[in-house]
């Protein structure tokens, strides 16, 4: 099955200096630069997130071993 486009559709446009530009009208390298600041930005989101766990990660493991120094005291303090 195929789609059609239909004149409700509003056509894909950027701006780009408060100069809006029809993306159908873009050079073939100037789509494919628009492609890649996409994936890129896209990249630098996922990046973003993963450095989000892995501070999260961190302070987690700095509370256990904050924990398991407290258990380690306790033990030589009752012994």
């Known amino acids: 099955m195929t ?10 446009t950027i701006t780009i200096n408060d100069t809006v530009y029809p993306v159908s009208e873009l050079s073939d390298e100037s789509k494919e630069l628009l492609s890649l600041h996409e994936q890129a930005t896209q990249m630098a989101v996922q990046a ?21 120094v407290e258990v380690v005291e306790a033990e030589v303090v009752d012994e």
Not at 6 to 12: G, K, L, R, V
Request: hydrophobic share 30%; aromatic share 0%.
């Open 3 to 12: 789609e059609e486009n239909t004149n409700d559709q509003a056509e894909q």
């Open 48 to 68: 973003k997130r993963q450095a989000t766990i892995h501070d999260l990660s961190i302070e987690n493991l700095v509370a256990r071993i904050g924990k398991s």
